[in-house]
């Protein structure tokens, strides 16, 4: 037997789906079963788009554990949090003569990393976090928890496309850095004191190599043990106080 998670929410139903984007409610994720009319899919996947919200297809057994209500062949996820544009945030740091300290997530899936870069990232003074339309993980209670409190304190962006996004940053005199296992430039040898998105990839595939050829550096952490790695959520707050650190000096 299909064992039913408790989630409380949910918007289901399509009508109060279409209403809800139709609306710009602040939506994590939609659910749609597999085989669903075309004539649904036209009408909702353009909103969904437009507002950089994932869908996933899913088969039927999905939705039914999410609840016992009729849905209809679509389960919308209500988010935690509202996401905000990164553009603005980046923008409005430059107008106030300020060096902006931008986190970029590359493929962190586990909620709990997440919300550990999270907690890290407020306290050491990043603008904004910047993640995947997909490939990310998902912001529910869980990922909320483990930031204890942090993402109703700092801004979160989801983009389409993560390259491009880096691309913009750069026009916009972003230095990208790429924080790699075995680059050569340690953190403590280079200057943090300029405008700087930092990258972060997942603990099993890192970075994207397309994504590492767009950046600026690459930076590693000394290490002396012989341990393959650190944890991405442990990486991220050891650079990220180097950026304090240097920046408190300065």
């Not at 230095?175 to 040898?189: C, D, Q, T, Y």
């Not at 000394?222 to 950026?243: C, F, H, W």
Request: hydrophobic share 45%; proline share 4%.
């Amino acid at each position: 037997m299909y064992k039913r998670k408790k989630l409380k929410n949910l918007i289901v139903g399509r009508k109060p789906i279409i209403d809800a984007l139709v609306e710009g409610v602040s939506i994590e994720k939609i659910f749609i079963q597999k085989g669903i009319q075309k004539e649904f899919l036209d009408e909702l996947l353009p909103l969904a788009s437009n507002q950089n919200i994932p869908t996933q297809l899913v088969p039927k057994a999905k939705l039914m554990g999410l609840t016992g209500a009729n849905h209809q062949g679509v389960i919308a996820l209500n988010a935690v949090i509202d996401y905000q544009p990164f553009e603005e945030i980046v923008s409005r740091k430059f107008d106030q003569g300020e060096n902006p300290l931008i986190i970029m997530l590359d493929g962190v899936t586990d909620v709990r990393n997440f919300g550990a870069i999270a907690r890290s990232a407020e306290v050491f003074g990043a603008d904004v976090i910047i993640i995947p339309l997909k490939g990310s993980a998902l912001i529910d209670e869980k990922s909320n928890k483990a930031a204890a409190g942090a993402l109703s304190r700092i801004p979160i962006s989801r983009v389409k496309s993560l390259n491009m996004t880096a691309k913009y940053l750069q026009s916009s005199g972003v230095k990208m850095v790429s924080a790699v296992l075995k680059a050569e430039n340690a953190i403590i040898s280079v200057d943090m004191n300029e405008p700087m998105c930092l990258i972060i990839g997942s603990e099993d595939k890192g970075i994207h190599p397309s994504l590492i050829s767009l950046s600026d550096i690459e930076v590693s952490i000394p290490q002396v043990g012989k341990t393959d790695s650190l944890n991405a959520s442990v990486a991220a707050g050891i650079i990220l106080y180097e950026v304090q650190r240097q920046r408190s000096l300065k």
